[in-house]
């Protein structure tokens, strides 16, 4: 474990972790909005 921690790397985009958590949805690391029908 301690071999592995030295290759990992921070997460892009962890600024949108709360976006994600609530469920918006991301394409190509853009926020998608859904049109309303």
């Known amino acids: 474990m301690m ?3 030295k290759k990992w ?3 892009d985009g ?3 972790l709360p976006e994600i ?3 918006v949805e ?3 690391g ?3 909005v859904q ?3």
């Open 30 to 32: 853009l926020r998608h």
């Open 26 to 28: 991301f394409r190509d």
């Open 9 to 11: 790397r921070k997460l």
């Open 14 to 16: 962890r600024n949108r």
């Open 3 to 5: 071999s592995a921690q």
């Open 21 to 23: 958590i609530q469920g």
């Open 35 to 37: 049109a309303a029908a």
